[in-house]
């Protein structure tokens, strides 16, 4: 038969229209926010990586105590060249 007036979607319309919040779904949200937040961790560690400050450190514990031969001053490392 009709329709009635205060109905707008017919029940199988209604059905349609309001997508039910799966198990899969809140998983794959659950790891887009986790994917979202390690990635904004890492834009960070590059970042503080890059401080010129940050090198300085690194290169002074790294080398620290070891003998640098002049002949070996074209092996530093430049680590922007590796992180960008």
């Not at 309001?18 to 986790?34: S, T």
């Not at 890492?42 to 300085?56: D, G, M, N, S």
């Not at 001053?73 to 060249?81: I, R």
């Amino acid at each position: 038969m009709g329709q009635l007036c205060c109905f707008p979607f017919s029940r199988d319309e209604e059905k349609i229209s309001q997508k039910p919040i799966g198990i899969r779904d809140l998983i794959n949200e659950a790891l887009r926010r986790e994917r979202m937040g390690l990635q904004s961790k890492v834009k960070q560690i590059k970042e503080l990586l890059l401080k010129p400050e940050t090198q300085a450190k690194i290169r002074r514990e790294l080398f620290e105590g070891r003998v640098i031969n002049n002949s070996n001053e074209g092996n530093d490392v430049d680590f922007s060249a590796i992180l960008t």
